[in-house]
């Protein structure tokens, strides 16, 4: 069956939830703003990923486990830095009584962050799983960890995340799935329930297909609630509430109106897209070699085609650079921090309220180069 992509949990909840923003995000393609509640449970997912890393029964120290949280901290979507920095140590407090719970009966699970990619019916499906345990009679135990603020009643009875992943092991690995948990982390509380029965997953299958039938016939009406449209991104350009934003042009005549020119700024926003997606994979590699590293005590590695020396260094980072500016004021040094940088000296250059004389001075040993900064926002 012909999809836009394969379909998955989120998916699926999100054409049952409102076909137009399904279309407008995934066949579209129009981003949706980044959000701080993923970027924080991304973040501690993938701190616990790298808890559950070791093939050996020694779980890494709580030290590590916190440097690779801080290593790998997602900072988009937050709303400022003090949103950031109260989340941040959340996501510790969260890692620290974690590791205080499970590392003294640390084991290898089964599998962590398990990929599914399968076709039922000619319906493509994928997703992941956070972590698959063995029970002791050989079944699986499948645990998907919350990070939100509650776990609403009843869900865990009925909620089709689980039996999506139920359905895709047991079509996957060949196994029997004995158990399903939801891991709310902020109270570290394990919500188990026994697997799902089969009108549960025959729902799911119906789910799956009316919702790929849905997609291929191109049935993308907007479905408004008050929850949906609340917090959706779309609004401005939804059917719905094009009277509210009947000032604005909509996207599609903006780009159509200058085919070249919005294909330019398309080009360069894919293109630092990239570079984003890029920097990230490199930052987290260049986190999980530094810890393998330091682990061994080795300073110099090989791959098959490079090499890599590490030199020890010891980084401050300030959460809260304000405090730490005030308290440098107070301290009657920080002019002993104020270094001259190149923006600065742009900035200097370019105001007229400084010295002509110096001005002058500078121009004379810089080149004047004509550019123009470009401020890309997500449409
Ligand atoms: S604003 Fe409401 S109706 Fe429109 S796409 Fe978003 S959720 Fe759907």
């Not at 135990?141 to 939100?148: A, F, H, P, R, W």
């Not at 907007?222 to 939804?238: F, G, L, M, S, V």
Request: a neutral charge; proline letters at 6%.
């Amino acid at each position: 069956m012909k999809l836009p992509r394969p379909l998955s949990h989120s998916s699926i909840s999100l054409y049952n939830e409102c076909p137009q923003k399904y279309k407008f995000k995934y066949v579209d393609k129009i981003p949706e703003k980044p959000k701080h509640f993923f970027s924080f449970g991304q973040s501690v997912h993938l701190a616990l990923e790298y808890f559950y890393g070791p093939k050996v029964p020694q779980a890494p120290s709580l030290e590590e486990l916190l440097a690779r949280y801080r290593e790998i901290w997602v900072k988009s979507g937050y709303r400022d830095e003090n949103q950031e920095a109260e989340y941040f140590e959340e996501g510790r407090r969260i890692l620290t009584r974690f590791h205080d719970k499970h590392a003294k009966s640390f084991h290898v699970p089964f599998s962590v962050e398990y990929n599914f990619s399968f076709e039922h019916e000619g319906v493509p499906l994928t997703g992941k799983v956070d972590r698959i345990d063995k029970l002791p009679d050989g079944r699986l135990s499948i645990l998907d960890y919350k990070t939100g603020k509650k776990l609403a009643a009843g869900r865990l009875d009925v909620d089709s995340q689980l039996t999506m992943y139920q359905f895709a092991c047991e079509s996957q690995l060949g196994a029997e799935v004995g158990e399903l948990i939801f891991y709310h982390l902020p109270t570290l509380k394990e919500h188990r329930t026994v697997r799902r029965d089969k009108p549960l997953v025959d729902e799911l299958t119906a789910r799956i297909m009316a919702t790929a039938e849905g997609i291929v016939k191109d049935r993308f009406d907007p479905k408004p609630t008050e929850n949906a449209c609340r917090w959706c991104d779309y609004k401005p350009i939804c059917p719905i509430y094009k009277d509210q934003y009947a000032g604005m042009p909509p996207i599609a005549a903006r780009a159509a109106g200058e085919p070249e020119l919005a294909a330019l700024v398309d080009k360069y926003g894919d293109a630092l897209a990239k570079v984003r997606e890029a920097k990230a994979e490199a930052d987290a590699a260049a986190g999980e070699l530094a810890a393998a590293l330091r682990k061994k005590n080795y300073v110099r590695a090989f791959g098959e085609r490079y090499e890599v020396l590490a030199a020890p260094a010891v980084k401050w980072e300030f959460r809260d650079k304000k405090k730490v500016l005030d308290m440098l004021k107070k301290a009657g040094v920080y002019e002993k921090v104020l270094a001259p940088s190149a923006p600065l000296v742009n900035k200097l250059i370019e105001d007229a309220a400084v010295d002509a004389d110096l001005r002058a001075r500078l121009g004379e040993i810089g080149d004047r180069v004509e550019s123009a900064e470009l401020t890309l926002k997500i449409l």
